[in-house]
């Protein structure tokens, strides 16, 4: 039997029985409760600092992000989304949302004048108020979005690979005192590269279609890929067999903390897609007149959730534990 010190139960014991509770915000903490607060706290610094270096060390612009603009992710259909509300206001007499990611921002930028870039993204989703104890969502969060031209999945996955891999080893390293408060120094494993991939068709046959995502987390030990995920017109999609060139990372016990895809860039199925999903195209009218001008370069890229990844570093049973200020659905704190 191991033991958890600073919660004095039983590790194994401690994640079955431990309902999840509505993270607080900072001046309600108790002292064990900051002193837990702050070790999440320089996870996430190192994290940041870790995964940055990775993508600058190999040629990546760093670019600044944007909070308003008239075209946004529409996240539709995504089976996974459950929007309450869409933040829309007038600005200069024009409609423009906040950002739901920066996807469409990445494809233009990609294709234009930065074909390696990163972003740390603030996003924007007012998730529906019933999923304040998921523990793996808030209203807002942060990506750390990247895109790059002229590349594809297996471009993808090296990268990701390497980055994850030499940011839980440095950690352990570098982190010990941290990771021991939190009961992770023992549970948390440096993965190894190649993760393994799977098709999510397969995993559909095996763990049923709603169950899929909870199946493989609970089975998995180390990282792995999902491929093959119906969803948004931007995602690459073989319209012969009907598979998606996409991607969601899996973390052991926890899930999703990564989806990204291969993307379209050819006008035709841009548009046919965009008909398809009865998605409104006059918010995409930019991305379809560069593909329509070959101006949109295939590209492929990700969006890694900074609060799911930390959360899975850290052991956290709400991702909004790794929010100075947390974002709960459904809560709503001063600060
Ligand atoms: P998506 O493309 O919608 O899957 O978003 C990319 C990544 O952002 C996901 O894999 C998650 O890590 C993260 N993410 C998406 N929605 C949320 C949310 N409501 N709360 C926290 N993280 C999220
Ligand atoms: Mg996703």
Known sequence: LRWCTTKHIPV?????????????????LTASEIERKACIGKIMTYTLRSLTNTYINKGFQWLLPVALSQSTDPLWPDPGASIEKRIEVDIYGKPVRTMSSMIIHKL????TAYPKLFILSPNIRIEKGERAKTGKHIYEFTQLDFEMADSGSKDVFA???????????????????ELTTL???D????????????DRADLEAKYGAEGWE????????????VTNIPREFYDYEDFKTGKWDNYDLFMPQFGEVLSGAKREYEYKKIVEKIERDQVK????ALIIKMAKEGRLKPTAG????????VGWIAGVKHIAECQPFPRVPGNVNEL
């Open 159 to 177: 990268l990701v690979e390497d980055a994850i891999c030499t940011l839980v080893k440095d950690l352990k390293k570098d982190m010990k005192s």
């Open 187 to 198: 549970t948390l494993k440096a993965p190894k590269a190649p993760f393994k991939i799977y």
């Open 302 to 309: 990700a969006g890694i959730g900074m609060e799911r990844l």
């Open 183 to 185: 009961c992770r120094c």
């Open 108 to 111: 233009v930028a990609a294709s």
């Open 281 to 284: 195209k006059e918010n995409y």
């Open 12 to 28: 194994t014991k401690m994640t079955k029985q431990e309902t999840i509770q509505i993270p607080k915000p900072l001046e309600q």
């Open 214 to 225: 909870a199946g493989i987390a609970k089975d998995i030990t180390e990282p792995v890929w």
